[in-house]
């Protein structure tokens, strides 16, 4: 399927990967990723949301964008994000990237209110979707969408493009998923669950903050080797098998995943 991905193509993939990742931040690096992303699949306009869904109905917790006035972000904040035809297709059942052009009969959503009354004059006619669950602890209800778009002058988005979305969409959801450390109050309680000595606790969260070993060694300066050493045996105490596990784990207070 991603055939017609260049060697020049996965580098580019994983320099965005990479740069998001080795931001500690994680609004700052869901912006890096969108401006890194726009470097291969262009865009005029575009979001990274995350959603809560509150008794059906979804609500904005927050965003970050690029190229949006920012009143027409609060105009989607306060209302048009209940009517957004494109947010049901988000929601976390599975991971989903979507071409709006795929989903939708344009003569007939033309005529929906939320075509004329917010895609027409913010100018947001075709879209790329991708979704991501954000936090795992209640994931049916905590999920975002990173969205692309572009104008009605321009072309869609090609087959190529919705690849590299996909490609991309796991180590997105990934990254975002750091975002419920953010009300976390104590880390230091749940990663004491595991008996990590001090120097694995802080490998730990650097793994939490999306570190490769090898930008852990530059961190910590220590060898790679070592590195893979502490690695395994936070793994082991945390009865992880991978490091996305483990994260998710983190996710659910420590609780094993079934």
């Not at 401006?35 to 917790?61: C, H, Q, S, W």
């Not at 209302?79 to 049901?88: L, N, S, T, W």
Request: neutral net charge; charged residues 30%; aromatic residues 12%.
């Amino acid at each position: 399927m991603n055939s017609h991905l260049t060697s020049k193509d996965w580098k580019r993939i994983n320099d965005i990967i990479l740069e998001m990742n080795y931001e500690s931040d994680i609004l700052k690096a869901l912006n890096l990723f969108l401006v890194g992303i726009d470097k291969m699949v262009p865009y005029e306009k575009a979001t990274v949301y995350f959603y809560t869904l509150t008794r059906n109905k979804v609500n904005v917790d927050t965003r970050i964008s690029q190229g949006f006035d920012k009143r027409d972000l609060e105009t989607y904040d306060e209302y048009y994000c209940k009517i957004d035809d494109i947010v049901e297709k988000m929601l976390p059942t599975k991971l989903t990237t979507v071409r709006s052009s795929d989903i939708f009969n344009l003569k007939e959503r033309k005529q929906t209110e939320y075509y004329n009354d917010y895609i027409r004059p913010v100018r947001t006619h075709f879209s790329l979707d991708s979704n991501f669950r954000w936090n795992k602890t209640v994931k049916e209800t905590s999920f975002g969408s990173l969205d692309l778009f572009r104008t009605e002058k321009e072309r869609d988005f090609t087959d190529k493009e919705v690849e590299i979305c996909k490609i991309l969409q796991p180590h997105l959801e990934t990254k975002a998923s750091q975002y419920v450390f953010s009300f976390v109050d104590s880390l230091e309680d749940i990663l004491s669950k595991f008996s990590f000595t001090k120097t694995e606790n802080e490998i730990a969260r650097l793994i939490l903050r999306g570190y490769t070993n090898e930008q852990i060694s530059r961190e910590k300066f220590i060898t790679v080797s070592t590195v893979k050493k502490h690695v395994t045996n936070i793994l082991e105490k945390s009865k992880s098998i991978s490091r996305i596990e483990f994260i998710c784990k983190i996710n659910f207070d420590g609780k094993d995943i079934l």
